[in-house]
C-alpha cells in the first residue's frame, strides 16, 4: 500500500511541477528601437548669415527653421516617429547655408524607413543603408 500511495504522490508533484512552469510567461523580446540623427541643409541669403550663427531657411526654404516637423514612415506608410528641427546654424558650402539638425529616438525596426522635413517629399531608405550610414542622414533642399 505504501508503493502505490508514493507512486501516486509523485506523479501528483510532477503534475504540479509541470502546471507551475508552464503558467510562467516567457518575456517577449522587446523590438529594437533606434536613434535618427541628422541635418537639413537650405540656401541662406549672404545679408542673414553669419558663420556659426543661429539661422533659418530664407526666400522659398522659409519653412526649415527651428521646430519644423520631421516624419519617419515604415515600408507600409505608417508614422512610426517623429520629431523636430533644431535651431540652425549659418554655413558655407557651395554658398551661404543654413544646416538645421535633428533627433529622432525611438523609431523602431522596419525594412524601409521613409523621412520627411515639412512638406517637401520623403526620402526612402532601407534598413541597411540606415544600419551603413549609423543612422545619421544629410538632407539637403536647392543648393546651398
Not at 47 to 69: H, I, N, R
Not at 72 to 99: D, H, M
Amino acid at each position: 500500500m505504501r508503493r502505490v500511495l508514493l507512486v501516486g504522490l509523485g506523479a501528483g508533484a510532477v503534475g504540479l511541477l509541470a502546471c507551475i512552469g508552464s503558467s510562467t510567461p516567457k518575456p517577449t523580446p522587446t523590438p529594437q528601437a533606434h536613434t535618427v540623427h541628422g541635418t537639413m541643409t537650405v540656401p541662406a541669403r549672404d545679408s542673414y548669415l553669419e558663420l556659426g550663427k543661429p539661422c533659418s531657411g530664407a526666400g522659398g526654404y522659409s519653412d526649415m527653421e527651428a521646430g519644423t516637423q520631421v516624419v519617419v514612415k515604415n515600408g507600409e506608410g505608417n508614422t512610426i516617429a517623429t520629431g523636430r528641427l533644431n535651431s540652425g546654424i549659418g554655413k558655407f558650402y557651395v554658398g551661404p547655408a543654413c544646416s538645421l539638425s535633428f533627433d529622432i529616438e525611438g523609431v523602431p525596426d522596419s525594412d524601409f524607413y521613409s523621412i520627411e522635413v515639412s512638406h517637401r517629399g520623403a526620402m526612402s531608405y532601407s534598413k541597411g543603408d540606415m544600419e551603413s550610414n549609423n543612422w545619421t542622414l544629410a538632407l539637403a533642399l536647392g543648393n546651398p
